[in-house]
């Protein structure tokens, strides 16, 4: 049984990675669906694609019947009236007349070559629109002979329809129909009356794609979208048949995707176009993949609970030995650490390496600890230290005195024999102290030339002497290369300042000025005032 866990704890994890990606080769069943759905959708919309170029063929051809009536009514009208100028009064009064007693137009007019109005008179659209004059002046295409434009009466849009007049095949002037949107009328009808239930709509452009009819108003009379979107989304899409679908998909303002055909009128150059939204086309399709899918929802639950079985089974030694470290529990760690079942070979040199990890942390917390309170160029604690070892004394209500101890003309020293001999005499000052230290007391460098003497539990006669003690023997010592210096000292304790021990460091600093100021070479007590 031992040599088979053994055995167990080799296995590596690429191993066991093999085996759940056999189990895995069971979920390609789901790849078939992908692909059948792939194939499906293709297929949709190419036949959706054909529907729609025969939808838009019917009405644009419904376009051209009309335009055809029309411009062979207004031929007939020209032939059996006009004779000279005068006639066209009679010919725009037979059309008008016949045009809006058929609800062929809303409204109606005629001008000669030049754009002036044969009778502007009793026309709403001539007398209510300010742009109605940019129409009249537009130059004559002979390649299209008939344009369209939009005016807007107040903020109601309108379509008019613009026919060149004809006699003896000379130009004589134009004709003007006027399809007001909110009124009905033939060609309303025809490019209007749409009974689709998908969300699909259809609308005109004229020869320039500008909109002259969108089921919503705001749209007429501005420039189609553009197909650019389409390459900036690099959608993509499978072609069927040689149909590349993305030259029929449009992307509209809101962002929605829509299949696309148009096609041209013959006559007037006019672009019938279809928007069909690609959500709804596919819907149905989809739900009967989901179908599909739902069927095969227990071999789905069966590898889903096997992948969950062995993950937990590969994951169990990692999560225990992630929630060890984690929780920061440090007492007993190790031996808690010892005790997981680390079945499998990287599980195993995970655990190896985590027990060496926490022996090496644990040893470089100690030498950081010790270093974060030492002061790296003279042994002693520094400020850091210091402040710890001030918290520890005030924890235990202990009574102690602090000497604050600073080097006379130190400066002068740096100036004149440069910082390197300067930190010698910091360092051989440091153990001329620390050769005078007692049990309980402690020595710790807060400044350059700054250092605080701790003597705990002591009177001030003890005190005092220990501070004259440390003044005389680096007075009496002799430096390398500076020879003699000299220290002022300030002493403060707890039993002059009562239990305000947090101030004694600031009343020693006060006694050490006091010093200096005595001359130097001095040690004086603070007295609280």
């Known amino acids: 049984m031992s040599y088979f866990l053994l055995k167990l704890k080799k296995i590596r994890i690429h191993s066991l990675i093999v085996i759940l990606s056999f189990i895995g080769i069971s979920i390609t069943l789901f790849g078939g669906f992908y692909a059948s759905y792939k194939i499906q959708k293709s297929e949709l919309l ?210 929605d995707n829509f299949l696309g055909s148009s096609v041209m009128t013959s006559e007037s150059k006019f672009k019938v176009v279809i928007y069909r939204p690609i959500e709804k086309t596919v819907k149905i399709m989809e739900e009967t993949i989901i179908k599909v899918l739902l069927n095969t929802f227990i071999i789905g639950v069966i590898v889903i609970l096997v992948i969950y079985f062995f993950a937990k089974l590969i994951s169990r030694p990692i999560n225990q030995l992630a929630e060890e470290v984690y929780f920061e529990n440090s007492q007993g760690l190790k031996s808690r650490i010892k005790c997981i079942n680390a079945w499998y070979f990287e599980s195993s040199r995970l655990k190896s390496a985590i027990l060496k990890g926490i022996d090496l942390v644990g040893s470089q917390i100690i030498a950081l600890e010790a270093e974060t309170v030492t002061d790296s160029l003279t042994g002693l604690y520094n400020r850091r230290g210091l402040n710890k070892l001030i918290l520890d004394l005030n924890s235990t209500k202990s009574i102690y005195s602090v000497l604050a101890i600073d080097i006379d003309y130190f400066k002068q020293v740096n100036d004149k024999f440069g910082h390197g001999v300067g930190d010698l005499v910091l360092i051989d000052l440091a153990k001329i102290m620390m050769s005078l230290l007692n049990e309980g007391e402690s020595i710790a460098r807060t400044g350059g030339e700054e250092f605080i003497y701790i003597i705990p539990k002591k009177d001030e006669h003890y005190v005092i002497n220990k501070a004259e003690l440390i003044r005389s023997k680096v007075a009496e010592y002799k430096f390398n290369t500076v020879g003699s210096i000299t220290v002022s000292i300030g002493i403060a304790t707890s039993l002059v300042v009562g239990e305000n021990k947090s101030d004694l460091i600031n009343n020693a600093d006060n006694a050490l000025y006091s010093a200096k100021r005595l001359g130097r070479n001095k040690t004086v007590v603070y007295f609280d005032e």
């Open 46 to 255: 190419s036949n959706t694609i054909q529907n729609n170029m025969v939808y838009v063929s019917k009405v644009a051809s419904s376009i051209d019947y009309f335009n055809f009536f029309v411009t062979r009514q207004i031929s007939k009208s020209v032939n059996s009236l006009f004779k000279d100028q005068e006639g066209m009064y009679l010919v725009e009064n037979e059309l008008r007349s016949f045009f809006i007693n058929f609800n062929v137009f809303n409204g109606f007019f005629i001008t000669n070559n030049n754009g002036d109005l044969i009778n502007d008179k009793g026309n709403k659209y001539l007398l209510d629109n300010n742009n109605i004059q940019n129409i009249l002046t537009k130059p004559y295409d002979a390649d299209s002979d008939i344009d369209a434009y939009i005016i807007f009466t107040g903020d109601e849009p309108s379509l008019v329809l613009r026919y060149p007049l004809k006699f003896d095949s000379q130009l004589i002037g134009f004709a003007f129909g006027i399809i007001d949107f909110k009124t009905e009328s033939v060609l309303k009808n025809i490019i209007s009356d749409h009974y689709h239930t998908d969300g699909s709509y259809t609308f005109l452009l004229n020869n320039n794609d500008f909109v002259i009819y969108h089921p919503d108003r705001e749209k007429i009379g501005t420039k189609k979208i553009t197909n650019q979107a389409i390459e900036k989304n690099k959608l993509k899409i499978f072609l069927k048949n040689k149909i590349d679908f993305s030259k029929f998909i449009i992307i509209n303002n809101e962002g």
